[in-house]
């Protein structure tokens, strides 16, 4: 077997090769251009929130966050995102599912109807729940009345307007991969017998794992900073419906800039460990 020789570029045709393949000016402006934008618009308020957390010393950061209304309205951040997350998980999967094995009427509009959240102000999503289980009207009234449970004010109504808020996130996460997915492996399933659940189980189910935990974890995180409908919805009662946002809000406007800063330190650090969390499970997805 007779090998073709390999001929390279010399002389000046090597020297046009590497100009080629060295960043022009143009390439090099648009890269500065888009690590100043990310560091005056990210990294420089970050380092300061940090610095500002810590700026009294470790001593005075611990005492800010380990305040009973600190500490609860953290914990309640948490508590209701995660059930919120749960909740989204289980409903967004199901949803993503039919979207895309099914057909029906309204689909079209349905499929769209679901990013109307990344649209509305939070506000008006805060609004809205008011107008709905507020004790002025029927349904409201049946649940305080009827049932004893308090939407307002009160956690079941965080978690409807976290679960509003965060509702495309675990749909938009799964849906991609549904529909690249090979379904002919599903079909063989069940000509061996296997029924509809052991099918999504065990065949389904594997390939959508990263998927989902993904966007639980982006509708885990987009809660943690939920503040617009929470406001409207929980009030601001401590150490009752009083979330970490909140808090935040109402340090900053007593002017008390170290315990705000102390608080959204903690947030953020959540935060940033559920990105990288995200990054971690996209990376090994591709690898």
């Not at 090998?3 to 022009?24: C, D, E, F, M, N």
């Not at 305080?144 to 978690?159: K, W």
């Not at 009083?242 to 935040?248: A, F, S």
């Not at 109402?250 to 008390?256: C, D, I, L």
């Amino acid at each position: 077997m007779t090998q073709i020789p390999l001929s390279y570029p010399t002389g000046q045709g090597a020297v046009a090769v590497k100009r080629a393949q060295a960043p022009s000016f143009g390439a090099w402006g648009l890269r500065f251009i888009a690590l100043t934008y990310l560091g005056a618009f990210i990294l420089v308020p970050l380092i300061v929130i940090q610095v500002q957390g810590v700026r009294f010393g470790l001593d005075v950061f611990w005492q800010s966050i380990t305040r009973p209304e600190a500490t609860s309205a953290i914990l309640l951040s948490l508590y209701t995102s995660a059930i919120m997350a749960a909740l989204n998980t289980v409903i967004g999967t199901l949803t993503a599912y039919v979207l895309v094995r099914y057909r029906f009427p309204g689909k079209r509009l349905f499929n769209m109807l679901i990013d109307l959240p990344f649209a509305i102000p939070t506000l008006v999503i805060g609004v809205m729940l008011v107008l709905l289980y507020g004790p002025q009207t029927p349904i409201g009234r049946f649940f305080d009345t009827t049932l004893d449970i308090q939407i307002l004010f009160a956690v079941p109504g965080i978690v409807l307007a976290l679960l509003l808020v965060g509702y495309p996130f675990v749909i938009r996460a799964v849906q991609p991969v549904l529909l690249q997915m090979d379904f002919s492996q599903t079909e063989a399933a069940q000509t061996i017998g296997a029924s509809a659940w052991t099918t999504f189980w065990r065949v389904i189910f594997p390939a959508l794992r990263p998927a989902i935990v993904t966007g639980a974890l982006l509708s885990f995180a987009r809660s943690l900073g939920e503040f617009g409908s929470i406001i409207v919805v929980a009030g601001n009662i401590p150490m009752r419906s009083q979330m970490g946002t909140v808090y935040v809000y109402t340090q900053v406007e007593a002017g008390n800039l170290q315990a705000a800063s102390s608080v959204s330190m903690v947030l953020l650090l959540i935060a940033f460990g559920v990105t990288v969390g995200i990054d971690l499970l996209k990376w090994r997805r591709h690898a």
